[in-house]
């Protein structure tokens, strides 16, 4: 008889464990799906002028781009791309962070043969050398 009591409090506690190590397991893969999977939207976009031409004769662009978590939505920081692919999605990218500011924003984008010098509302200044987005980079 006392055998059957002690046994019956082990099933009674053994779906509480099992929902706690769930409950675990799902909070872990909530936070690594979480830092892999980014949304990333296009928040200002600038092409090359026609007097400008490059070695590999494609037309280029810069953009600064929000990259923010899929799931829970947080924002990572902006990021600067410059390539030959209009969509942004591939070429060359630098991560920005800058203080002061919520988000930045893009003043002008000078472009000469040597590179792209992007100057932003806050007077921050990058700039690209072509070749890191030339020639299919």
Known sequence: MRNRRFFSRIRLRTPT????????????????????LRQTSIVQKFTQPATVTYDDRSVHYIGLLQV????????L???????????????????IAMTGTDRPTIRTVTWTLDGARIVFETGHEIFIP?????DGR
């Open 77 to 95: 920081p902006y990021r600067i791309h410059a390539g030959r692919d209009p969509s942004l999605s591939s070429g060359h990218s630098v991560e």
């Open 17 to 36: 464990l099992g929902y706690g190590l769930v409950a675990v397991l799902l909070t872990i893969a909530l936070a690594a799906g979480d830092a892999q």
């Open 68 to 75: 923010r978590t899929w799931i829970l939505r947080r924002d």
């Open 130 to 134: 072509a070749g890191r987005f030339t």
